[in-house]
């Protein structure tokens, strides 16, 4: 693991999509599993930007959502599913086909993990991992004590995670499970970013990059991945000895 610090949220975004244009340039066909949020937004406008100014053919690779808030449609702008959307697949025009969603309102969760994890085996694996991380160190929706042997599976929301995920949404939302990749998703992917920016996140950054590795801290397990980045900004690197 990695730790790249770069000196505000713009040239981490920059730096960030940087890495995804590398993969698609090297590999049209690359599979992408990309988180939802404030974290890696911008990225993910400097790389729509730079693919659409260098005409970069990006019909052939394939994008999976980390995570999905159940109960909520996808047609609300608090979705993954929207965010998505709106920031990446729209401005890109990625063939629907090659895009790989969770639908929120699905009357079957357990068969849309099944799906996606039978997809994921197929295709032989995902080359990059885009994650953020949230307050109480979860990655995706694996809240500490999730186990690390998980593919994508569906799960409780911690309290923290209800109450801070209200962000995204208009109005008050109830917030109760969610579905997610797995953190077994997270150690095979070829490559792992995890993105944060903030002095808000400088305690959770310390404890993820030098704290041990613990399932009570989901972000933890980025240590023991082979081929892994945490891009972080300033301030969001405030808490590290360094
Ligand atoms: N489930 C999502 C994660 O996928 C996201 O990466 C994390 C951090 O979000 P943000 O980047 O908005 O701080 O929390 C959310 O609850």
């Given at each position: 693991m990695e730790v790249l610090v770069f000196k505000d949220y713009e040239a981490l975004s920059a730096a960030a999509a940087n890495q995804m244009l590398d993969l698609i340039r090297s590999d049209p066909y690359a599979v992408l599993c990309l988180a939802s949020g404030s974290s890696p937004l911008r990225a993910y406008q400097c790389f729509a930007d730079a693919v659409q100014k260098e005409q970069l053919d990006c019909s052939k690779c394939t994008i999976i959502a980390l995570d999905e808030w159940l109960g909520?449609?996808?047609?609300?702008?608090?979705s993954c599913h929207y965010f998505l959307s709106e920031n990446l697949l729209n401005p890109l025009n990625i063939p629907t086909r090659n895009v790989h969603l969770f639908d929120g309102l699905t009357t079957d969760p357990e068969a849309e993990c099944e799906k996606i994890n039978r997809f994921i085996t197929q295709i032989g694996g995902i080359d990059l991992m885009i994650v953020g991380v949230g307050m109480n160190g979860h990655i995706g929706f694996n809240e500490p004590g999730t186990p690390t042997d998980n593919y994508a599976h569906v799960i409780d929301l911690d309290e923290i995670t209800r109450t801070v995920g209200?962000?995204?949404?208009d109005k008050p939302t109830l917030l109760q499970k969610g579905i997610t990749m797995g953190l077994r998703n997270l150690l095979e992917a070829k490559k792992a970013i995890l993105m944060a920016n903030g002095s808000k996140k400088a305690e959770i950054i310390q404890k993820t990059v030098e704290g041990k590795v613990s399932t009570e801290l989901p972000s933890s397990i980025m240590q023991n991945h082979t081929n892994a980045l945490i891009m972080i900004d300033e301030e969001a690197a405030g808490k590290l000895n360094r």
């Open positions: 909520v449609s996808p047609e609300d702008s608090g209200q962000k995204y949404f």
